[in-house]
């Protein structure tokens, strides 16, 4: 069993932090105490730290933030069956409260208690405490076990890869379809992989520099925005037509306006990418053309399923894992992700 303190990075306000010594966090029933193994950055980690989310995300100052991560279970509260000191899981970043009209529908990413920790609701990293800590303390309907094969850092992406998933399952992706999946981040990364996987015919990957060769390197036809025009080059491969489905990962005006645009006529548009910016529709395509627009936000019951398509090697997550620090060198790691230095994709770290 841990002490009663451990070693965590906490966040004192916008752009500051520092490590310190916290008190472990008390289990209550249906939760899990786990020792973090590895955690992976995040974009959204990036804007929590620079306070733009607050007091949505973090809803107080100091906070420990971090939510994809994996690690070992400590110890189990009570009434849990399923878990067992030793196991090696992977955590998911949201659990709803369970007992909503959503929640109980299955869709507890859009829990109507969302925030209210009271309620049970837990956003771990964003609302609840995270993961750039010793330990965690996760509801257990939050974590998987994980096969001997899949090492912590592989896992820390398990999260981003349900998101990617729920994205490409939102598309309701057919066999046979011609998929377009724009901006090959992080997310986007493992979206073009589950397009593939659920069954598409062809998928076309649109973006640029490094994301992009990594897209070509995984065996997947590219499209370079510096030096094509997407549009023009997804119509003629497409015989004027366009694809059945567009999977928007950039999260840009542009490219989510893009999408719409080049869609076939009663194809499916997923907006997966968080835009900022205001944009124009084409507003008359939704009706005469009758365009399907959904967005797609986190990552509901995914978490067995993207276990399940990395054993079977669909996904093949630990290609983007391009770098790993120890959690004390956190500064030299957030640098790498934020400033893409040699082509950072995913970056983990290992408290
Ligand atoms: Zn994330
Ligand atoms: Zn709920």
């Known amino acids: 069993m841990p002490g009663k303190s451990m070693e965590a990075l906490v966040l004192l306000g916008p752009d500051e932090y520092e490590f310190r010594e916290v008190p472990v966090p008390e289990i ?7 020792r973090v193994g590895a955690v992976a950055i995040c974009g959204t980690d990036l804007g929590i730290m620079s306070g733009k989310f607050f007091p949505m995300w973090p809803p107080e100052w100091p906070f420990i933030i971090g939510h994809e991560w994996a690690g070992t279970v400590e110890a189990v509260g009570a009434g849990i069956t399923d878990f067992k000191p030793g196991d090696r899981v992977a955590g998911s970043s949201a659990v709803g409260c369970g007992h909503c009209r959503n929640c109980m529908k299955g869709r507890y990413n859009l829990c109507l208690n969302y925030g209210n920790m009271e309620a049970g609701h837990r956003q771990y990293g964003m609302t609840a405490q995270g993961a750039y800590a010793e330990f965690i303390n996760a509801n257990a309907r939050s974590i998987a076990v994980l096969p001997d094969d899949i090492d912590l850092p592989t896992a820390s992406l398990l999260d981003t890869a349900g998101i990617a998933l729920h994205i490409t399952k939102q598309g309701n992706v057919e066999a046979g379809d011609t998929v377009v999946v724009i901006g090959p981040g992080a997310v986007g990364s493992i979206t073009y992989q589950c397009a593939r996987a659920l069954g598409a015919g062809r998928v076309i990957v649109a973006g640029r520099g490094s994301r992009l060769e990594k897209a070509k390197a995984l065996g997947f036809e590219t499209v370079d925005v510096n030096s094509r025009d997407v549009m023009e080059y997804v119509r003629e491969e497409t015989g004027g037509i366009g694809p059945d489905v567009v999977l928007e990962c950039a999260g840009t005006a542009q490219t989510i306006v893009q999408a719409v645009e080049m869609i076939k006529k009663g194809g499916r548009v997923v907006v997966g990418g968080i835009s900022q910016e205001k944009g124009e529709f084409p ?6 053309d009758e365009i399907e627009v959904v967005g797609s936000r986190a990552a509901p ?11 079977s090697g669909a996904l093949r997550l630990a290609e983007l894992v391009t770098h790993k620090f120890p959690l004390s060198e956190f500064t030299t790691a ?11 994709l995913k970056v983990v770290v290992e408290p």
């Open 334 to 344: 957030i640098k790498t992700f934020r400033e893409r230095i040699d082509g950072a």
């Open 301 to 311: 019951n995914c978490l067995p399923e993207v276990l399940a398509l990395t054993r």
């Open 28 to 34: 209550g029933p249906a939760e899990v105490l786990c």
């Open 283 to 288: 507003l008359h395509r939704f009706v005469l």
